[in-house]
């Protein structure tokens, strides 16, 4: 494995769902559930979309980090933020190397928060 590639400081945001006053539920990301990681970031594919008559650009991308206990806790609600960039993962975290070594996400960006 090469540890190089692990060059971008990415921060780990877990959502806590409160209510509002009206009982809404709103989801926020506080700083204080959120840890950072290094990462590996490769982008996959990437797309436009035309969406109430503004051009949205869509991307995939796959996220590699290092296990550990606290990154074992990371799922779907989750996001991820590099710099300015939030990343909302498209399904649960894998584990590609056994022996817990390295966790991978496939991401999107672009959309909604991301």
Known sequence: MNRGKFK???SCEEPLTTQ???????VTYP????????SR?????GRELLTGGQIIAEGMTRIQIFW???AER?????????RNK????????A????????????????????
């Not at 990371?74 to 590099?82: G, K, M, P, V």
């Not at 584990?95 to 991301?114: D, F, H, K, Q, Y």
């Open 8 to 10: 971008h400081r990415l």
């Open 20 to 26: 509002d006053a009206n009982g809404e539920e709103v």
């Open 31 to 38: 700083a204080y559930l959120s840890f950072k990681v290094w």
């Open 41 to 45: 970031i490769e982008p996959l594919t």
């Open 68 to 70: 550990s206990p606290r």
């Open 74 to 82: 990371i799922n779907a609600t989750w996001r991820l933020r590099h």
């Open 86 to 93: 939030i990343y909302n993962i498209s399904g649960e975290p």
């Open 95 to 114: 584990e590609i190397e056994m022996g817990r070594r390295l966790i991978e996400m496939t991401c999107t960006s672009g959309v909604n928060a991301g």
